[in-house]
T-cell receptor, first 114, second 109 residues
Framework: KAGVTQTPRYLIKTRGQQVTLSCSPI?????VSWYQQTPGQGLQFLFE???????NKGNFPGRFSGRQFSNSRSEMNVSTLELGDSALYLC?????????????FGPGTRLTVL | DQQVKQNSPSLSVQEGRISILNCDYT??????FLWYKKYPAEGPTFLIS?????DKNEDGRFTVFLNKSAKHLSLHIVPSQPGDSAVYFC????????FGTGTSLTVIP
């Protein structure tokens, strides 16, 4: 069974630009969550999608948005990039988002904002 | 506001000895706690968990202890092995996942 895949793995952008990150969950998984990892803050929850609907949202500004497609693939978009958005963005998938010990993470997308 | 805290950013332990990683939380409503292990260039992988109704859970070399009155949990690894060298994150669940900032464990051969 293929794991969670994220593309691209690395990205360099400049301030003010926007970026779209992609996550393909494990086959059969319908819940996709996104996290931001920074050295000082650890992993911070961005949002969770289940069956194309945003079910939960963390405390991030509206510049961070996402969506989920009918095949459960998810995209995350960050508009008007700031230097502080430089981070590792991780997505995780699970069957339905309730089995916490069965949440599988992808390798992440490393975003650098210059 | 960091609801889950790991106050030790790093820990070094000799191979064969015990590694103890600590985690504190502030929200008494958290009902499930987990530990994840992360190698460089990989996503975190689930290691062990504990429900708030228990105070201990064991899985092989890994044991998690929960002290609800102190809002504290710890992960014990016995014996520690060089392959255990990684960053360890604790997490707690309420309406969403809350992760700590991670502790980098180095097991010295």
């Amino acid at each position: 069974k293929a794991g969670v895949t994220q593309t691209p793995r690395y990205l360099i952008k400049t301030r003010g630009q926007q970026v779209t990150l992609s996550c393909s969950p494990i086959s059969g998984h319908r819940s996709v969550s996104w996290y931001q990892q920074t050295p000082g803050q650890g992993l911070q929850f961005l949002f969770e999608y289940f069956s194309e609907t945003q079910r939960n949202k963390g405390n991030f500004p509206g510049r961070f948005s996402g969506r989920q497609f009918s095949n459960s693939r998810s995209e995350m978009n960050v508009s008007t990039l700031e230097l502080g958005d430089s981070a590792l963005y991780l997505c995780a998938s699970s069957l339905d988002g309730t089995s916490y010990n069965e949440q599988f993470f992808g390798p992440g997308t490393r975003l650098t904002v210059l | 506001d960091q609801q889950v805290k790991q106050n030790s950013p790093s820990l070094s332990v000799q191979e064969g000895r015990i590694s103890i990683l600590n985690c504190d939380y502030t929200n008494s409503m958290f009902d499930y706690f987990l530990w994840y292990k992360k190698y460089p260039a990989e996503g975190p992988t689930f290691l062990i968990s504990i429900s708030s109704i228990k105070d201990k859970n064991e899985d092989g070399r890994f044991t998690v202890f929960l002290n609800k009155s102190a809002k504290h949990l710890s992960l014990h690894i016995v014996p520690s092995q060089p392959g255990d060298s990684a960053v360890y994150f604790c997490a707690a669940t309420g309406n969403q996942f809350y992760f700590g900032t991670g502790t980098s464990l180095t097991v010295i051969p």
